[in-house]
């Protein structure tokens, strides 16, 4: 792969809180922020857009709510922030809003810096929850990306002899106050703090900013599509082949595996008999059966040969088909659209979409449309209901608590029973399929099976800016787009369901 040769400025730029949270989602974007031709950015999406808008909101609507009296830097710029900061915590002010600190090469912009004892503890008002995973067998835990800001902040603080203990918070979109101790369990299932996880990243940071370490891009469908340096990249890793396109591969395993085999071509003409060192293959974190899926994918997509079933797929015998997809807007913590997409005997020309909207952003709106889409699904049955990813099951488990007159949660369990209920992706796809594509999202699998959508560029992203404008302005251009783009994601699931029933099954000994 060709990239670049780097520039290494006369003095390297100072290490931030946000290079740091780039850096967990995909180092290589650090490294584009500071050594690519900016022209080769990609314009910021209006959902990108309204993301920077919502989070600039957010703080501001928090910071009104403060109660008591703090200072607010938020007036002042570069080193006069810095003085102003450095001066606020030598005069022990209570909660210092919008501080700069500095030392050595890092540099924190804390939203928050609040007094304990006689020293300081960090904090960021964020516009997403303060932590991740929750379920209801489990608690959640911190965000890597949150944690890693956190601790630049809490590493400057301790150099600068202001810090009461390795510890920051989050005052997340819930208004929750949520604790970061880095001396904790990072969560990763290898007992590794959150501190020594930074460290981590500091150093991949520093090795970055430094030009000692080159880094490659890699394909990661969710993280990539939003990044405003998305076509560049993909443009690198279409030219060079790359490990990456090969679904569920990622750029762990490609890296380990990079020094031997450097593109899907060169693996799917591979004897893989060559990594293979007794019970282990010769790369490390890589088995025996990822090996072999991941060299029977790179022969899909390089020959092109068809899609095929790994093991036969018995689907519910129902008259009536429910084809279902919502759209949820996480930041205002709601689900405005209930989509459905009915169909009867297998016949396509009885299909009918069937919807239910929440006009307005509250929890009144809500409430109405999850209780009129519970009731249609009720009123359906019998019926087989067809959905992409555990997504609708885990928002709709979520509503009944949320709203617990509207249904029980045995109602909301029978209604997702794996007799009559089927994720698409999760039960389907990943245990039972296999595609020459280079991921498996509804969108890409419904495209390759030759569905199209209206909207040029379909995603939920754009789903929730529209309904954001539609909330706005409400413009009944802008709703019809939410509706359509829905009634699409529901037909496409019906494509896909169909396009699965013409496969056929191929041996393990046809795959090999």
């Given at each position: 792969m060709v990239i670049k040769e780097i520039l290494t400025p006369e003095v390297n730029p100072a290490i931030t809180a946000s290079m740091l949270y780039d850096l967990v989602h995909c180092p290589h974007r650090v490294w584009m922020d500071l050594f690519a031709d900016p022209t080769k950015r990609d314009k910021a999406s209006p959902f990108v857009q309204l993301l920077w808008e919502r989070g600039a909101a957010h703080e501001d609507e928090v910071i009104e709510r403060i109660s008591g009296t703090f200072l607010d830097l938020s007036h002042c710029r570069g080193d006069e922030r810095e003085r102003q900061t450095l001066a606020a915590m030598e005069d022990g002010a209570e909660l210092i809003y919008s501080g700069r600190i500095i030392s050595g090469d890092l540099l924190g912009e804390p939203d928050l810096l609040r007094r304990e004892g006689t020293g300081y503890v960090a904090g960021d008002i964020k516009s997403g929850a303060g932590e991740e995973g929750a379920t209801d067998e489990s608690e959640g835990k911190p965000k890597k990306h949150y944690a890693v800001q956190l601790a630049l902040y809490t590493d400057v603080l301790e150099r600068l002899g202001r810090s009461p203990g390795r510890r920051a918070f989050v005052w997340d979109?819930?208004?929750?106050?949520?604790?970061?101790?880095?001396?904790?369990?990072?969560?990763?299932?290898?007992?590794?703090?959150?501190?020594?996880?930074?460290?981590?990243?500091?150093?991949?940071?520093?090795?970055?900013?430094?030009?000692?370490?080159?880094?490659?891009?890699?394909?990661?469908?969710?993280?990539?599509?939003?990044?405003?340096?998305?076509?560049?990249?993909?443009?690198?890793?279409?030219?060079?082949?790359?490990?990456?396109?090969?679904?569920?591969?990622?750029?762990?395993?490609?890296?380990?595996?990079?020094?031997?085999?450097?593109?899907?071509?060169?693996?799917?003409?591979?004897?893989?008999?060559?990594?293979?060192?007794?019970?282990?293959?010769?790369?490390?974190?890589?088995?025996?059966?990822?090996?072999?899926?991941?060299?029977?994918?790179?022969?899909?997509?390089?020959?092109?040969?068809?899609?095929?079933?790994?093991?036969?797929?018995?689907?519910?015998?129902?008259?009536?088909?429910?084809?279902?997809?919502?759209?949820?807007?996480?930041?205002?913590?709601?689900?405005?659209?209930?989509?459905?997409?009915?169909?009867?005997?297998?016949?396509?020309?009885?299909?009918?979409?069937?919807?239910?909207?929440?006009?307005?952003?509250?929890?009144?709106?809500?409430e109405r449309a999850f209780a009129d889409a519970v009731r249609y699904i009720q009123s359906a049955q019998p019926c087989a209901i067809y959905y992409y990813s555990k997504y609708e099951r885990t928002v709709y488990r979520a509503l009944s608590k949320k709203y617990p007159h509207v249904c029980t949660e045995a109602e909301i369990e029978a209604i997702f029973d794996p007799a009559v209920a089927v994720d698409l992706y999760f039960d389907v796809v990943l245990k039972s399929t296999e595609w020459p594509t280079r991921d498996f999202s509804i969108k890409t699998l419904a495209k390759y099976l030759g569905f199209t959508w209206n909207d040029p560029h379909p995603s939920g992203a754009a789903s929730i800016e529209w309904f954001d404008r539609w909330v706005k302005q409400r413009d009944p251009t802008v709703r019809k787009q939410i509706l359509v783009y829905n009634e699409d994601d529901c037909r496409a699931t019906r494509v896909l369901l169909d396009g699965i029933r013409q496969l056929s099954v191929r041996s393990k000994e046809a795959r090999s």
């Open positions: 979109i819930h208004g929750r106050e949520v604790l970061y101790d880095f001396e904790a369990d990072g969560g990763n299932g290898k007992s590794q703090r959150l501190w020594d996880y930074y460290q981590e990243c500091l150093a991949e940071a520093r090795a970055i900013v430094g030009g000692k370490k080159r880094t490659l891009p890699a394909y990661a469908s969710g993280i990539c599509k939003s990044c405003l340096w998305y076509t560049a990249c993909i443009d690198v890793l279409e030219t060079a082949n790359d490990l990456t396109l090969i679904p569920e591969l990622g750029r762990s395993k490609r890296d380990v595996m990079f020094n031997q085999v450097h593109s899907i071509r060169e693996l799917a003409e591979a004897n893989v008999d060559n990594f293979i060192n007794g019970q282990k293959t010769v790369f490390p974190g890589i088995g025996l059966a990822t090996l072999a899926k991941a060299q029977a994918r790179a022969q899909l997509l390089t020959t092109g040969a068809k899609p095929y079933l790994r093991a036969p797929v018995v689907f519910p015998s129902a008259a009536r088909e429910l084809f279902f997809d919502i759209e949820v807007d996480p930041m205002r913590d709601i689900c405005y659209l209930h989509g459905f997409v009915e169909r009867r005997d297998g016949d396509n020309a009885t299909e009918r979409f069937v919807f239910f909207l929440a006009e307005d952003p509250i929890e009144d709106a809500e």
